[in-house]
C-alpha cells in the first residue's frame, strides 16, 4: 500500500506502462518509505475523449501524454507529499520524457482499519503489518 489508480490514454506500450509504474513505485518507495515489495498499482487505459483534465488556471498545457495517479494511502506528511510529486515529475520526465504539464496527481487518505490484504484479515489490526 499505497493502492494507485494510474490513469492514461490509450496507445502507450508494454515497455512505456512498465516505465511508467516503475517510476511511480520508486517515487513512493523514496517519499513514503514504504518497502519494496509494497506495490499495488492499477492501469486504466482511457480513449481519446474519456478523460477530460484541465489546467485549473494555472496555464499547464496538456497533451497525450496526460497522467492521472490517485494514491489511497495511510496518512502522510505534508513534506512526504510534497517529495512524492516532485520525484514523479522527476522520474516522469527522466524516464518518459513525460512534462511536469501532463501530471496529476491526488491522494485519499484512510485509515489502518480501511486495509485487508487478503484471507479475510485485517493485517494492519492483526499485527501482521505494522
Known amino acids: 500500500m499505497p493502492l494507485v489508480n494510474v490513469h492514461v490514454l490509450r496507445g502507450r506500450t508494454a515497455e512505456q506502462l512498465d516505465a511508467l509504474l516503475d517510476a511511480v513505485h520508486d517515487a513512493q518507495v523514496e517519499a513514503f518509505g514504504v518497502p519494496e515489495t509494497d506495490r499495488y498499482q492499477l492501469v486504466s487505459q482511457h480513449e481519446p475523449g474519456e478523460i477530460r483534465a484541465l489546467d485549473t488556471g494555472l496555464g499547464h498545457p496538456r497533451s497525450k501524454d ?61 499485527g501482521e503489518l505494522s
Open 66 to 126: 496526460l497522467v492521472v495517479l490517485h494514491f489511497v494511502s495511510r496518512r502522510r506528511t505534508r513534506e512526504q507529499k510534497v517529495k512524492l510529486y516532485e520525484l514523479l515529475a522527476a522520474h516522469l520526465r527522466d524516464r518518459l520524457g513525460i512534462s511536469g504539464d501532463d501530471l496529476i496527481v491526488t491522494i485519499t487518505e484512510n485509515e489502518d482499519t480501511d486495509w485487508s490484504f487478503g484471507a479475510g484479515r485485517a493485517q494492519f489490526l492483526t
